[in-house]
């Protein structure tokens, strides 16, 4: 068993790069340099176990040892997954340990990786790391949080219900004790929309204010927000509806995990309100 050492410096925080690394989305993308397609199951919690997949169902299982967000996290290696199930380990994975660490600079942060692996490996290794951390700064430095949704509906229906006020007051909403009781668009390059979002019991509300940069109908929108950050969101047909990509500048008041489950719990309640109106 030999260890190989990587490292990299990112013009990024160590919130933003945690973020990139565990994201199941992002993760997908910084994994395409070891195989196309590669994803991880996991509650990335410490203790807990990792399934390291390729879509044929081969990959390696691993225990989180350390996870210190976001500073460290360690793996210890137990095994191979064939056909999607644990195989049993071979004696000498018993110590086999995948290690990142992140280090506050005074540009951002050095991202150390270290991997044990088999002489066999090495070169594969020495090849492939290099390629991932490219992708990985690349994220990190031109961060973007990312969400999606398929929804089963054709992709005029959901363009329609995704732009028109009166189906956003509808479908724009978190959780139930949240609502949109007014919206307003004008849907045209420079032209602003306004929806106004209020807890149903009237003790918070705001009013989300936009202005449109991209409009092609059925195909890309995008927009600016009151403070700057940006929102892009796509819509491709497929054969069985239609998806749906939306990736947003972050704000930095509340955790990167909390705006991914907000902005998603609210593309999740668009897909079942557009759903809805398809059937």
Not at 50 to 68: C, N, Q, T, W
């Amino acid at each position: 068993m030999q260890t190989l050492s990587f490292s990299i410096d990112i013009n990024a925080a160590p919130d933003t790069i945690w973020f990139v690394l565990w994201n199941d989305e992002l993760y997908r993308k910084w994994t395409t340099a070891f195989c196309e397609g590669s994803y991880a199951v996991s509650t990335w919690q410490p203790g807990s176990r990792v399934h390291f997949l390729s879509p044929g169902g081969r990959g390696m299982y691993a225990d989180i040892v350390k996870m210190e967000a976001p500073r460290s996290m360690r793996f210890q290696h137990l095994g191979e997954i064939v056909d999607f199930e644990e195989t049993t380990p071979p004696e000498n994975w018993s110590e086999t340990i995948e290690a990142y660490q992140l280090e506050a600079t005074a540009t951002g942060t050095k991202l150390h990786v270290s991997v044990d692996t088999l002489e066999a490996y090495c070169g594969p290794f020495e090849d492939m790391f290099p390629k991932a951390l490219a992708i990985v700064k690349a994220l990190s430095e031109d961060f973007q949080i990312h969400i999606s949704t398929h929804v089963l509906a054709d992709i005029e229906t959901v363009w329609q219900c995704f732009t028109q006020p009166e189906h956003v007051t509808q479908w724009n909403h978190a959780s139930e004790d949240w609502h949109t009781p007014h919206a307003e668009a004008d849907l045209r390059v420079g032209g602003t929309f306004t929806h106004r979002m209020e807890a149903k019991d009237g003790s918070m509300g705001f009013d989300f204010i936009g202005t449109f940069d991209v409009v092609d109908p059925f195909t890309h929108l995008a927009y600016h927000m009151e403070d700057g950050r940006k929102v892009n969101v796509t819509f491709t047909e497929t054969d069985t509806g239609t998806q749906v990509h939306e990736s947003f500048d972050p704000e930095y008041e509340n955790s990167f995990e909390l705006q991914y489950a907000g902005w998603g719990a609210i593309l999740e309640s668009f897909r079942q309100y557009t759903e809805g109106r398809h059937e």
